[in-house]
């Protein structure tokens, strides 16, 4: 099973500016202290973090922007100065989580990068003062968590999600509250592992279709639920963010019904009028005689399914069926599609994500290149997104004056599909300057390249 990370019953602030009505969230960074702040308070501008940048920040909330210092280091040193919370402000493009390394008083949070340069802005206005709200959220989808699907065989992953933000968990010499699908993984192991104990002639696929077949799946936070993603954009996260949903351990353990596989992939559509079958195994691991009849999804123009009749299983008996979609790409536009076929199943009602493709999306090889100072003094840090993966990837350097070559700040050959993250230490970088990089992907014959300027400072600048 491939997981991916949802969040626990967290206390989640945002920020309220006066003189605006949205509210910004905030990410709180795991080992700081809680956002339990009891009237309004002044932002100020507190630049990266440093002592010398922080002389008017007693008593106010700082604000500072991600790179050269350590998460840490930027709170203690706000702390030592009188801050009464810390606000850091990305310093590439969306929202990030991180974790401070020892456990602080001191609230401290993330923002997105365009929050955080709006703030900049009112700040450079006026004088900006802010109030905290505290409210309850559980069950987002985690912003690092990986998402699908596979290309090339259009399989949904990951096949689920389980907790993986703000979890106890052990470090050299005790505990620390951390996050990752490294936290998440766990969950399922160890749900699998209670499973096994309940039903020990259970085989992994039968567990795995247990956690899959009883998941709950996860609706974006504020929105109404339908499950019928294609025919009404339905406010779920995508099957192939979340799997069949979140783990709930006791669903599973006590499943009286199973279906293998637990997701269901049509490939590619290719004619107009083209169908393609799944072949589902549903098994009564109950007691008592079951009755199991799909639901038939909301019509939508264009699509046409065909599911087998009710029929009843007795105990330990199982049956083969199939369903059958049929599209035609003359009515029905789009290239992507899923959401979750529904079996009713006695009194109990198991969610099957789908998934189809009518036109393999035209991705570019390689996208979304970050580039900004890291956390410690000297480093560097660069993302990017390979929508395919990569026989080979590299970030070329060019004198932008002349275009004359000047070295590579980094390659990576058989890379896989996904987000690229990674530190640039100082013996890795160029000398101090400002370059042209050319960001190249190259798979099966085809290479795209996007280009971008950076700018390497001087140590200590």
């Known amino acids: 099973m491939s997981v991916g990370a949802s969040t626990p019953t967290m206390e989640i602030p945002s920020l309220i500016i006066e003189g605006r009505q ?26 990266i973090g440093r002592k010398s940048e922080l002389k008017n920040v007693q008593g106010k909330i700082a604000l500072l922007k991600r790179g050269t210092l350590t998460f840490t280091e930027k709170a203690n040193n706000a702390l030592e100065a009188g801050a009464k919370a810390v606000l850091i402000y990305n310093n590439m493009s969306g929202n990030f989580m991180g974790n401070l390394d020892t456990q602080l008083t001191l609230p401290v949070g993330s923002l997105s990068r365009s929050d955080g340069v709006i703030l900049q802005k009112e700040l450079k206005k006026r004088s900006v003062t802010v109030r905290v709200l505290v409210n309850e959220e559980r069950d987002r989808l985690a912003d690092f968590s990986s998402r699908g699907p596979v290309t090339g065989t259009w399989e949904i992953k990951p096949d689920i999600v389980a907790p993986g933000v703000a979890i106890n968990s052990t470090i050299p010499g005790g505990y620390l509250s951390l996050q990752g699908t490294s936290m998440a993984a766990p969950h399922v192991a160890g749900a699998c592992a209670l499973i096994k104990q309940a039903h020990p002639d259970w085989s992994p696929a039968q567990i795995k279709a247990a956690l899959m077949n009883t998941a709950k799946p996860l609706a974006r936070q504020g929105e109404s639920v339908n499950m019928d993603r294609a025919a009404t954009g339905s406010p779920y996260y995508r099957t192939y963010e979340q799997g069949a949903g979140r783990i709930q351990v006791d669903e599973a353990i006590m499943a009286a019904s199973l279906v293998t596989p637990s997701s269901i992939r049509f490939g590619k559509f290719a004619g107009e009028n083209d169908s393609h079958k799944a072949r589902l195994r549903v098994e009564n691991t109950s007691k008592n005689v079951q009755r199991y009849a799909f639901v038939i999804p909301k019509k939508v123009e264009g ?102 070559f000047v070295g590579f700040l980094d390659t990576i050959t058989n890379v896989k599909k996904g987000q690229i993250h990674r530190n640039l230490t100082t013996e890795m970088l160029p000398a101090a300057g400002t370059y042209l990089v050319k960001i190249f992907a190259k798979k099966a014959g085809k290479e795209d390249f996007i280009e971008r300027m950076i700018v390497i400072k001087e140590k200590g600048e």
Request: no cysteine; net charge negative.
């Open 303 to 404: 699509l046409a399914w065909r599911f087998p009749l009710s029929f009843t299983l007795e105990p330990g008996q199982s049956r083969e069926v199939a369903v059958e979609l049929m599209v035609d790409q003359s009515v029905f536009k789009g290239k992507i599609h899923d959401g979750f076929l529904q079996l009713q199943a006695g009194a109990k009602t198991i969610q099957i994500p789908y998934l189809y493709v009518l036109e393999e999306p035209g991705y570019p090889r390689v996208m979304g290149f970050g580039f900004a100072e890291g956390d410690r003094p000297g480093e560097y840090r660069y993302e990017v997104y390979l929508p395919g993966g990569a026989e080979e990837f590299g970030i070329a350097l060019f004198n932008p004056e002349d275009y004359r």
């Open 22 to 47: 949205e509210r910004v969230r905030l990410q709180p960074m795991e080992g700081s202290g809680k956002w339990t702040l009891d009237r309004s308070l002044e932002v100020v501008d507190g630049g």
